[in-house]
């Protein structure tokens, strides 16, 4: 439920950031979306949050104020209130210990220093996304700017 909730929050968010109308079909679905994200897991709250800090960032860029829209991603945390106690018992599991020890400076570099398998993992995704940025942003260019506007060996 958390992931399907995430998606579809996910979705609607990148909805409102490219219409300037707003449906009130699109308004039902972030309050619903919201809902199942908030109502799914503890943390789908911070999920949410996120997404809504990008969904302001984009409107304060584009100097837009939309009301409803806030209003509808409101509507949606108002599940919070019913799930108070669940909430209460998930941070009390912990409590007086957690399952873990907290971890030092030396178990990390343990994992990620001295774990060969990580950093050849890590530099091969990061190539490859390295890589295609520079698809991307190649295909986007400009035909004026030194470029060859989009047409590439591959298209």
Known sequence: ?????????????VRLCATAEVSPLLLCGTVAATLLLVGAHPLGLV????????????????RQVRLRVYGAVIAGWS??????????????VGKPHFWTVRPGLRDLRMIYIQNTHFLQ?????????LLLALMVRWQTLPADSGGTGGKTAWS
Do not use: K, Q, W
């Open 1 to 13: 439920m958390l992931l399907g909730g995430a998606g579809l929050a996910f979705l609607a968010t």
């Open 47 to 62: 999920y949410s949050g996120f997404l809504t800090a990008a969904l302001l960032v984009h409107d304060g860029l584009h």
């Open 79 to 92: 599940v919070l209130l019913f799930s108070r106690e669940a909430l209460r018992n998930s941070a009390a």
């Open 121 to 129: 993992t890590l530099l091969l995704v990061g190539g490859v996304v």
